[in-house]
């Protein structure tokens, strides 16, 4: 049975500091895995989605890595600002399409 | 393009009674999934539908929880009679298997409040 966990599950950091989110995964057999950011009160938007066969993948100041042999992912954001204050989660998505997330990491960058 | 549409955004119930949330996906997606969002947990499938055809409902409790995709657009999710632990963010979200990757488009959720 896949799981999905993100460590920590909290973090604060002052504006500018590049910071990473960690996931990792049980089941290496995954389709693909995508970073999403979910606002408060908000639905979840996608940020970045990694192929199985793909290694990172960076969209402006983000980029993910993926590592399926270690079950393993990480989200890099440079310079951060305030305005990146938000939970990010990370799911494992399924051939059908499934998503298991994990629990979300809550980011609050102070100006 | 439009979004991932859902209604009611807020509903507040006693517990033992029902309620029915309305979602319709983005414009073209065969694939429609409904998720539970608990506080301070991330998302879980409940089901998956493939136009009117259901993938997967192995994490939806059926003796309360009901959804429906008739005609393979909108869907909506039932849940009768409810209670206290199905307070939750019910989160509709729609794909294209014909596109790259398979992005997942959600729509900003129906907060349920049981009391």
């Known amino acids: 049975k896949q799981e999905v966990t993100q460590i920590p599950a909290a973090l604060s950091v002052p504006e500018g500091e590049n910071l990473v989110l960690n996931c990792s995964f049980t089941d290496s057999a995954i389709y693909n895995l995508q970073w999403f950011r979910q606002d408060p009160g908000k639905g979840l938007t996608s940020l970045l989605l990694?192929?199985?066969?793909?290694r990172e993948q960076t969209s402006g100041r983000l980029n993910a890595s993926l590592d399926k042999s270690s079950g393993r992912s990480t989200l890099y954001i440079a310079a951060s600002q305030p305005g990146d204050s938000a939970t990010y989660l990370c799911a494992v998505g399924s051939y059908t399409g499934k998503l298991i997330f994990g629990q979300g990491t809550t980011l609050q960058v102070k100006p | 393009e439009a979004g991932v549409a859902q209604s009611p955004r807020y509903k507040i119930i006693e517990k033992r009674q029902s309620v029915a949330f309305w979602c319709n996906p983005i414009?073209?997606?065969?694939?429609l999934y409904w998720y539970q969002q608990i506080l301070g947990q991330g998302p879980k499938l409940l089901i998956q539908?493939?136009?009117?055809?259901?993938?997967?409902d192995s994490q939806l409790p059926k003796d309360r929880f009901s959804a429906e995709r008739l005609k393979g657009v909108d869907s909506t999710l039932k849940i009768q009679p409810a209670k206290l632990e199905d307070s939750a963010v019910y989160l509709c979200a729609s794909s294209d298997r014909r596109t790259v990757g398979n992005t997942i488009y959600f729509g900003e959720g129906s907060w349920l409040t049981v009391v």
């Open positions: 990694i192929q199985s066969s793909q």
């Open positions: 539908f493939q136009n009117n055809g259901v993938v997967d």
């Open positions: 414009s073209g997606h065969a694939t």
